[in-house]
């Protein structure tokens, strides 16, 4: 599901992840977004996350990212985020960061 308003964005989905691993186990996962684009070069935003548990003995986790994409021009981007867990932070996620460069063509 998506739905845009001029610059403004915002979709989110979930789903069941299989998890075959000892000790691991199979879990549900939801997430939405937020986007805004500021420009042809800048769109940021971010989004909220929640899973169940994917190991034995751990608890359900969510969280936040924020960040955004600098598009360079129409084949050229460099992706970036940052964020932290809100639930069970200490055992599933204190800090997450990513850092991207994406071709397309």
């Known amino acids: 599901m998506s739905r845009r308003w001029g610059h403004f964005e915002t979709y989110g989905g979930g789903g069941y992840w299989i998890n075959n691993g000892p000790n691991w186990k199979n879990y549900w996962f939801v997430g939405w977004q937020f986007q805004y684009g500021f420009s042809d070069h800048w769109v940021l935003g971010g989004e ?12 359900s986790s969510a969280g936040f990212n924020i960040g955004g ?12 985020s940052a964020g932290k867990g809100l639930r069970n932070a200490a055992e599933t996620n204190r800090v997450s960061t990513y850092a991207a460069y994406s071709f397309t063509y």
């Open 69 to 80: 994409v600098y598009n360079v021009d129409q084949h050229n981007h460099f992706l970036f």
């Open 48 to 59: 909220i996350f929640y899973n169940t548990a994917e190991e034995v003995g751990q608890g």
